[in-house]
């Protein structure tokens, strides 16, 4: 059976890369839920890498479409949108399980390659005896080829270690919106020490997409109207996503709640997140953020250190559809003065579903800036979409 879809651009020149979209608005209805797409091709016949992703095993509202164009493959416009029609070919056959094969211990760290980047993700709290677990959902290497993007001067000094107790970019807490009526705007949920679990494994020429989530943990606010307290079990689900050849690994995040009496119901929560990052970027580290863009901000390693004269100067890129509030250099009460340069942190605005982009650089021409705000808006500002119509 084949079936119609359009690729549209909203930009004003030719673009192509990855295009994603949720898979449910855009399934066949004459299909079974669990229909197979076979091939995508475009409008001269050309077929079109793809694949289709079950992310949350238990809740196909998370499936996606991902798509893959040839670079400058779509006309851009110079204003409304231009579009260019595919063609889906499905059958009505049983996908493949997304799910983990069950593994004789528990999945501690996962491990992302796609040829240029490789990420080291902590699934554990904990690293090791004596240490103070608190590794919880932390990216605690970023390699570039053998380049340690959050330690580079050990990494030019030869060390390249796959994780190290102090260097990590983490997603350490959210904060959850209160309702109105209580006294406090917000409860705070620290998951430092709260472990992960693999949930899903998605691979095809398109991307590769490792889904986590976390312990359940609780959230309780008061019911005026029946004079009571509520209380909802919650799990932060995190997707960490690797593009081929692509220097960035993207996260989307979004949070679930259900109460404990309906546990069949399941509810998106509105969260803002909470980063926490140790990385080395020299005694004075550049930190570039704009309020009236507040959507990307960039790290670069201080300039003025004169081992780096002749040398690519590391920089870090972080970018998401939430807005970013200020970000704090050194963060604000790190315990270790010695090493407070190199500590920062920053938060989101709140949303249902964010999604972040991580760059990391040390060889491209130009600056980041350009970098990471070409990328946060062709890829989440004004992303290649499909549609039916």
Partial sequence: ME???????ASNYRRGGPVVTPWQPIRPASVLPDADVTQVRDGHGDPIPFQVDRIDPEDSRHDALALLLPERKLEGTGGGWASAP????????ARPS?????????????????????????LSASQGPGDAGCFAGAIQSA???RMEMLDAHEALLGFVESHHSEKRIQLDGISIPNPAWCERQSTEVNLCQLPYSLLSICKGPVREVCTVVSQPFSYEYSDPSNQCQIQLSCQLYRSLILYPGSPYLVEELWLKGKDPQHPDQTANLSFSAHYFAHMDMGFEPKVTWFDHVPD???IEYDPNWALFSTYPRPRYGFASNAHILQPKSPHPGYPVKESAHRSFSWELGPSKKACCLHWFQYDAPGEIQSHIGHIWYEFLLAPLWVTTN
């Fill in 98 to 122: 997304s799910k983990p094969s069950e593994a004789s211990e528990p999945v501690t760290r996962m491990e992302l390659n796609n040829e240029v980047l490789w990420v080291s993700f902590s």
């Fill in 3 to 9: 079936h119609k879809l359009l690729l549209c651009n």
């Fill in 143 to 145: 390699r570039l080829g």
């Fill in 86 to 93: 595919i063609t889906l070919e499905c059958v009505a056959a």
């Fill in 296 to 298: 990307w901000l960039a």
